[in-house]
């Protein structure tokens, strides 16, 4: 009679590509988080006042125009004057219109300089509004309040 060999079966598994995917999770959503603030750029010093208030939440359909001092628009990586957004608006309102959504239905949110000409802010804003935007936000950085 022969003998026969036992095997020796481990039921233990290898930890090591289940914890890999966990930490490339946890740094996909830390990259996601991040980019929450993504439309702000640090050339642009908020103006303050007691009055500002964090954002409700997020908005469906934002479209975020950065004015510096030089009445310039940061918009989608380029520097552009106030006068010459015409275009890139109307590419915007057409882009949600083709999209089925309505511009006037999208959150536009100016974050002007503190030392930006209040007309250039009305002028930025009057083109917004002929290009069929409706609902605007002006940012500013939120003053501690005294006691």
């Given at each position: 009679?022969?003998?026969?060999k ?6 233990e598994?290898?930890?090591t590509?289940?914890?890999d ?5 946890i740094?996909?959503?830390?990259v ?11 050339r642009?010093?908020?103006?303050s ?8 939440g ?14 310039l628009?940061l918009?989608?990586?380029?520097e552009?004057?106030?006068?010459g957004?015409r275009p890139?608006l ?9 999209s089925?959504?309505?511009p ?8 002007a300089?503190s ?7 009305q ?25």
């Amino acid at each position: 009679m022969a003998k026969r060999k036992q095997l020796d079966v481990s039921a233990e598994s290898d930890m090591t590509p289940m914890i890999d995917m966990t930490f490339q999770l946890i740094a996909f959503f830390m990259v996601l988080l991040n980019f929450a603030e993504d439309n702000q750029d640090q050339r642009i010093n908020l103006p303050s006042s007691e009055l500002a208030k964090p954002p409700d939440g997020p908005s469906e359909s934002p479209l975020t125009l950065q004015l510096t001092k030089d009445a310039l628009v940061l918009f989608n990586g380029e520097e552009v004057p106030v006068a010459g957004m015409r275009p890139l608006l109307l590419r915007e309102a057409q882009v949600l219109k083709r999209s089925k959504k309505s511009p006037a239905n999208a959150h536009v949110i100016i974050r002007a300089d503190s030392e930006t000409p209040t007309g250039k802010v009305q002028e930025l804003i009057q083109l917004c509004q002929e290009n069929q935007f409706e609902k605007f936000s002006l940012r500013a950085r939120q003053e501690k309040a005294q006691r």
